[in-house]
């Protein structure tokens, strides 16, 4: 959320009990708040919900947050996508049936793609 407040957008934390989302994330001159969901590591990849890439949950977007290790000496990278770029990315291991896995290679081409939040 930090990093929203410091670029301009207007961000709060979503109530604990919403579902599929973390952050509503809007821009002073826009009428509308955006859910946003926050995926966090620190090593990849990312664990998501295989719900996330299905029906209207295909047009939400999602910032994966790398953090690093502990020791990192590089800043903290973020790639920012709609579930619906990268829903044929997800990786489900044999017998999971409602988890998977994102990758970097996945969505490496969103790193810092920031605009994506207000694309139609």
């Keep these: ?18 579902a ?22 620190r090593t990849q990849p990312w664990y998501v919900k295989q719900s996330m890439f299905e029906g209207e949950a295909l047009s939400q977007i999602t910032i ?5 290790t502990e ?11 709609r579930n619906l770029e990268v ?9 999971w049936n409602a988890n998977a896995f994102m ?4 969505i490496a081409q969103y790193e810092n793609r920031w605009d994506v939040l207000w694309l139609a």
């Design 64 to 68: 994966y947050v790398l953090i690093g």
């Design 87 to 95: 829903a044929d990315q997800v990786a489900t291991p044999k017998g």
């Design 20 to 41: 599929g989302y973390d952050l509503l994330v809007g821009q002073h001159s826009a009428p509308a708040l955006r859910k946003v969901q926050v995926k966090t590591v």
């Design 1 to 18: 959320m930090g990093e929203l407040l410091r670029r301009g957008y207007d961000a709060q934390l979503a109530d604990r009990n919403t």
């Design 103 to 106: 990758s970097l290679k996945a």
């Design 71 to 81: 020791r990192a000496l590089q800043p903290v990278r973020y790639f920012i996508v």
